[in-house]
């Protein structure tokens, strides 16, 4: 009978390597987890304070112990091969990341929908990206600088360099100097769907709160309404449509 490992010391090599596969994937939870627990003792404005802090630490933390463990050579806190790589490398890498974001979106929803069904699913969802729109707009205004009230103009560039951003395709048309639309026109998600023959995926639900949250982090005098998003019926050129808008005071 094969010996049952009983220490990490006792682990061949493959199961040494899934084991670092394992511990990175703890990492992961475990920072969110802290997060998520700071948010709820402390509240959203010291947790985002919390956050600024640590992830500035964290990573360049790691990214130095890795890269002394396997060799890598640092410049400035970035590996010197990622460096030498070309902006056209850097944007195919950068597209693979936001693919396996939206990837794991997916994976994520069916382990609840096969396991209890879509109502769950849905609800699960939209009670996520209560907490990631929010986020997201967060870590693109570090990201940009974009400074407290930005206002549409600001709300425009921060759409721009969502994850979204990198792999669907998306327009703006303004209305005037009080508001604007933003259109999905090449939604991943959807176009996928479509090349199956199925109807779109009724996401106005988590739309909803999505485009909301992500508009008020930017700027919370902001006001979004829903142009159009599935299951409503929209023409060719584009999936959903939100309308932003900062109305005087």
């Known amino acids: 009978m ?33 997060y998520a627990e700071v948010r709820h003792q402390m509240g959203e404005a010291r947790s985002l304070q919390a956050l600024k802090t640590a992830s500035a630490r964290s990573a360049g933390i790691q990214a130095k112990r890795l890269a002394e463990t396997l060799g890598i050579e640092m410049e400035d806190g970035l590996p010197v091969a990622l460096r030498r790589m070309s902006t056209e490398e850097l944007r195919a890498l950068l597209k693979a990341v936001s693919v396996n974001w939206l990837a794991n979106d997916g994976v994520w929803f069916q382990a609840v929908e096969f396991a209890s069904g879509m109502n769950n699913a849905k609800r699960c969802n939209d009670s996520c990206w209560a907490h990631f729109s929010p986020l997201e707009a967060w870590s693109i205004r570090q990201y940009l600088g974009l400074g407290e009230r930005p206002g549409l103009e600001g709300l425009k560039r921060a759409l721009g360099f969502r994850l979204y951003a990198a792999i669907n395709v998306q327009s703006i048309v303004d209305e005037g100097p009080d508001a604007f639309m933003f259109q999905m026109n090449k939604c991943r998600v959807q176009a996928a769907r479509k090349r199956k023959g199925l109807d779109d995926y009724p996401c106005k639900s988590a739309g909803l709160v999505e ?19 599935p299951p409503d019926p929209h023409p060719e050129e584009w999936f959903c449509a939100w309308r932003f808008s900062l109305p005087e005071a």
């Open 2 to 34: 094969k010996d049952v490992p009983r220490r990490i010391d006792d682990l061949n090599h493959d199961d040494t390597l899934k084991l670092i596969v394992d511990f990175f994937h703890r990492i992961v939870l475990h920072y969110g987890l802290w």
């Open 211 to 229: 485009y909301a949250e992500f508009a008020r982090a930017i700027d919370e005098r902001i006001v979004t309404e829903c142009v159009g998003c």
